[in-house]
């Protein structure tokens, strides 16, 4: 129980499609505030956002992957 | 080709972008534009506005290419590296007034962020009121956003829609080289529908083919490297992340350096081109404009830029911009060279309290 528990502290997710600078970056920083380690998925939608989000995380000490999703956006794939 | 844009999307591409922008600028008034008026958004979208009827101000009225061209770079530049994502529906209308108000803030002081740091590059050293102001307002719109001020989340669009700002660009361009004409009054005088300055600012230009081509080049340079005269201060003091606001100082940097070299450097406070020494005014003027533009995600060039890419929301912002430099002329709103209007204030304080309003209400979430 108490394992289930803490993986699913340890993933988080963030859907920061359709906003506007520098948003994407803000709603990223409030996930990773306090978090010293963790998996965590960032949705967002234009090429702009998705390096945004990928430089701050980077800059922020996490490792930073990307993949194109579904509906034309970018799954922003976050893990330290 | 491939090196290039990996360099425009790396780090370095906001300070190659504005490096290019800064000495094209500053060649654009050796060809024939306003002085310190290379490239400036605000100035030139009120020229269309001007050029439109929008607003009978003879001597600021000219269908800049530079506009269209800015739109239309970014559009081709989206659109090869498939960056082309039509989306609006953000609060529309609240962007339509932030634009509004933001050229009545730019138009008090006599300039967008773009002209204010190529005046400052000019050696105008009036400037330096109007970018401690432009300063200033992204402060208070970094506070908002601190806070969370959203306008909300666009939605995807239908391609088509996404086609609207860079038809409209290529319809000024269709508009000036067609120039139509339906007659003249008793005085002789054109009565429209386009209007072209014969004397003042709006009669100074370069050659359509030249200001088309920087217009071009400067859109697609911006468009990949995400280059903004205000994200790179918003970036900077709240995210720490300077890369932005590297590629405004080789803005000011390249056009200071091109001045230079063709003499077009001249320092001083008093007599400079399209300027006023108003220091409060030019402070408050660009208050406005730079607490608009935060609020609203970007700076002018930004927002032709995103309406290139298919963002019917900078689209709007834009309109907004065109209508109310109509306005800012019409209700004599704007400053001329001798200072503020006695109206220009007020309608300051009015887009302050504006801005301030959306500031604190636009708070919710709207997920």
Redesign the interface.
Known sequence: MNTAHEESARRFEV?A???????P??ET?KALTGRAAGEGTILV????SR?NVS??AR?QGWNVSWEESA??GFRVLLSK | MRSLDKLLLSRLGPVLAGGVAGVLAALLVTWGNPGNMGICVACFTRDISGALGLHRAAVVQYLRPEIAGLVLGAFGSALLFREFRPRSGSSPLVRFFLGFFAMVGALVFLGCPWRAYLRLAGGDWTAIAGIAGLSAGIGIGIGFLWKGFSLGKNSKNLHAAGYLMPLAAVAIMVLLVMAPLFGRDAQGTPVGPIFFSEKGPGSQHALLAVSLAVGLAVGWLAQRSRFCTVGALRDLFMLRDGHLFFGVLAFVLAAFATNLALGQFKPGFEGQPVAHTNHLWNFLGMTLAGLAFTLAGGCPGRQLILSGEGDGDAGVFVLGMLVGAGFAHNFSLASSAAGPSPYGPTAVTIGLVFCLAAGFLMRERLD
């Open positions: 859907d499609r359709g906003l506007s600078c520098p948003q970056v803000l920083r939608d234009t090429v702009t390096e430089r701050f800059n509906d034309g």
